[in-house]
């Protein structure tokens, strides 16, 4: 058990010090601009996805109509998991002390470590969307080539992993307005904005940015840029892995799909342990990312 003594700050019992620093500037929050926030009031949430009516058939004068059934396909279960982080100070270390309003600065460095942690469990989805170990409901990761429907397959990945370019924005966008529903039935969807690593700032600025082509010998206009193809632009999310520093994503219109529950708040608890007085402070809360509907998002691992 990690303790903090007056060993560990021993700078800090002593009077002069110029300055007392180790905050520093962290990113706004960039999971909330990728995940649907839900409140939740039991251990687990359970969403269903249905299979409706398929595409209606000719028939011939005199023949009975065709008769289809809407049933339960897939599964999405939402386990919410604490998630906690705290510190002991010792009463020695509380009162000699000479820097108080600079260390500890508790409360911040709870919230900061509780924030971080959430990113990365929110980035985690995208992490591991190309590992079959971590399914969605229908059995396939989140992007895949497989994704079941009656009498068929989706695909929101790309049959030979692609570098972002032009062409493979392109083939993307046509991909995701041609999404089938579980019937089989092709649903209106769109792509609203483009994700990349922090690797991939550059190469998504020239491509969204620019009314032009890029990297030609002609001077014709960007159809992506002109057709508003991608309305809100890209965003660099600094905790999507750097392991896949070439891979992307276009997250879409389509709901019920990228989801956070969140069961529990930050709770905050500072209280004196009675036979040592060491000062313990806990941060917890509780929550849990997924997604329920594959179309939300159409990926590649790049090369």
């Known amino acids: 058990m990690a303790l903090t003594t007056t060993g560990d700050i021993p700078s800090l019992l002593k009077a002069g010090l110029a300055a007392v620093f180790g905050e520093y500037p962290k990113y706004q929050a960039q999971w909330s601009e990728i995940f649907s926030t839900y409140r939740s009031d039991k251990q687990v949430e359970q969403e269903v996805e249905m299979q409706y009516l398929p595409v209606a058939s000719y028939r011939p004068e005199g023949a009975p109509t065709d008769i289809a059934s809407m049933q339960q396909k897939y599964v999405t279960t939402y386990v919410h998991k604490y998630f906690s982080i705290g510190m002991i100070i010792t009463r020695m270390a509380v009162m000699d002390n000479l820097y108080k309003s600079y260390f500890p600065m508790i409360a911040q460095a709870i919230n900061d470590a509780l924030d971080q942690a959430r990113e990365i469990m929110g980035a985690s989805i995208f992490n591991n969307g190309f590992n079959p170990a971590f399914p969605l409901g229908d059995g396939q990761p989140f992007f ?4 079941p429907i009656t009498g068929g397959v989706v695909a929101n990945t ?19 307005h041609q999404f089938k529903d579980q019937a089989g039935l092709t ?26 082509r890029t990297n030609t010998d002609i001077n014709d206009i960007s159809a992506i840029f002109n057709t508003k193809a991608v309305p809100q632009g890209y965003r660099v999310n600094q905790f999507l892995s750097l392991l896949f520093p070439n891979a992307w994503y276009l997250l879409t219109d389509s709901p019920n799909s990228l989801k956070f529950y969140r069961r529990e708040d930050i709770d905050t608890d500072v209280y004196t342990e009675p036979l040592t007085n060491n000062l313990i402070i806990t941060g917890t809360e509780r929550y849990s990312f997924g997604v ?9 691992q790049g090369m």
Do not use: C, M, W
């Open 187 to 212: 649903i209106k969807t769109k792509a609203v904005k483009l994700l990349v690593p922090a690797t991939g700032e550059y190469v998504s600025d020239r491509l969204l940015g620019s009314q032009f």
């Open 292 to 300: 329920s509907n594959f179309r939300g998002a159409y990926g590649s």
């Open 158 to 176: 790309p049959v030979t992993p692609v570098d972002l370019s032009e062409a493979s924005i392109e083939q993307a966008l046509i991909a995701i």
């Open 144 to 147: 895949s080539l497989l994704h």
